[in-house]
């Protein structure tokens, strides 16, 4: 059986910030697996779990959707239909599916998933509390925001009720409220939010992952409150820290020069905003490989530069 120490050093490096890294760790891992345990061993199928958990963190949602969803079906052969992590396998796959491109399909998946565990009894359990999340999100990104607003402000009631108006993940959740309220064109609220959660989490962890998302929240809502140029000041730094945190390859990374760019298209300055995209598409391919979903949003937002510097 390969040592626990072998997962937690691929986790350590992928929670570092090198995504790829742990992805490589992992595959490397799952070959030795694969040649030594049977397909059907409870080792080898924990083991692709991970590994497609890097898949998709590491920028190929639509690949490790499809890994979870092989992991699933072989699941399926050997687990009772309410084993947890049958369960909590086919979530992940819907939840990557989702976040390639197809949200509505996620959300079909993620009701029937949430409303089978309310029927076990499961309805704290935290992968139920993490199922709510997952629907919220994807109702939100197929475009019901009401509904995505109901599940969230529970799940920040409910934690306002057991933790307090000021703990961490309270916060958290009044900022995925208030990202609805937003949406439904309340956008004070989804700022004020996330600036009463950016201060603590600054103090708690000034240079973690949910900080820097955190920031890079408030800039895209900055911008589109009516500010471009005050999200172009708000996103230069965050660039800056994330490449030297976690690196020029980390998918976070990519989507904030992507992010950067579009906003100084907006702010005036589409030549400058042109040049980035262009080194960022470059870049964008070699890493992530030409069928990557990102590259259509580059080329996207790299035409629509394109076509205002024409129209000055």
């Given at each position: 059986?390969?040592?626990?120490?072998?997962?937690?050093?691929?986790?350590?490096?992928?929670?570092?910030?090198?995504?790829?890294?742990?992805?490589?760790?992992?595959?490397?891992?799952?070959?030795?697996?694969?040649?030594?345990?049977?397909?059907d061993d409870e080792i080898s199928l924990d083991t692709r779990g991970h590994l497609a958990w890097w898949q998709a963190k590491a920028g190929d949602?639509?690949?490790?959707?499809?890994?979870?969803?092989?992991?699933?079906?072989?699941?399926?052969?050997?687990?009772?239909?309410?084993?947890?992590?049958?369960?909590?396998?086919?979530?992940?796959?819907?939840?990557?599916q989702?976040?390639?491109?197809?949200?509505?399909?996620?959300?079909?998946?993620?009701?029937?998933?949430?409303?089978?565990?309310?029927?076990?009894?499961?309805?704290?359990?935290?992968?139920?509390?993490?199922?709510?999340?997952?629907?919220?999100?994807?109702?939100?990104?197929?475009?019901?925001?009401?509904?995505?607003?109901?599940?969230?402000?529970?799940?920040?009631?409910?934690?306002e009720a057991r933790l307090g108006p000021d703990h961490p993940d309270v916060l958290r959740a009044r900022s995925a409220a208030m990202h609805h309220r937003g949406e439904l064109g309340d956008v004070a609220s989804a700022l004020a939010a996330l600036r009463d959660l950016l201060e603590v989490q600054q103090v708690d962890a000034p240079e973690g992952l949910d900080t820097f998302a955190t920031r890079a929240r408030i800039a895209d809502w900055t911008g589109r409150e009516g500010d471009p140029a005050q999200a172009v000041a708000l996103l230069g730094p965050l660039l800056v820290d994330r490449l030297r945190v976690i690196g020029p390859e980390h998918p976070h990374t990519l989507g904030t020069r992507m992010d950067l760019?579009?906003?100084?298209?907006?702010?005036?300055?589409?030549?400058?905003?042109?040049?980035e995209l262009t080194e960022l598409l470059a870049d964008e391919e070699e890493l992530l490989g030409l069928d990557h979903p990102a590259l259509p949003v580059t080329r996207a937002a790299l035409a629509d530069a394109l076509e205002k510097i024409r129209h000055r």
């Open positions: 059986m390969p040592h626990p120490v072998l997962y937690r050093m691929g986790h350590s490096l992928g929670d570092s910030g090198q995504a790829s890294a742990a992805l490589r760790h992992f595959r490397r891992l799952h070959e030795v697996v694969d040649a030594r345990f049977a397909p949602p639509a690949g490790a959707a499809r890994a979870y969803a092989s992991l699933y079906a072989d699941q399926d052969r050997l687990y009772p239909s309410d084993h947890p992590s049958l369960l909590q396998t086919r979530q992940s796959a819907a939840v990557w989702g976040a390639a491109g197809d949200p509505h399909a996620a959300v079909t998946e993620l009701k029937y998933l949430y409303e089978l565990r309310i029927s076990l009894g499961r309805a704290a359990d935290r992968d139920t509390i993490s199922n709510r999340n997952h629907l919220a999100n994807f109702l939100s990104a197929s475009g019901d925001h009401a509904g995505a607003l109901a599940l969230h402000e529970a799940a920040w009631r409910e934690a760019a579009r906003w100084r298209t907006a702010a005036g300055e589409p030549a400058r905003a042109a040049t």
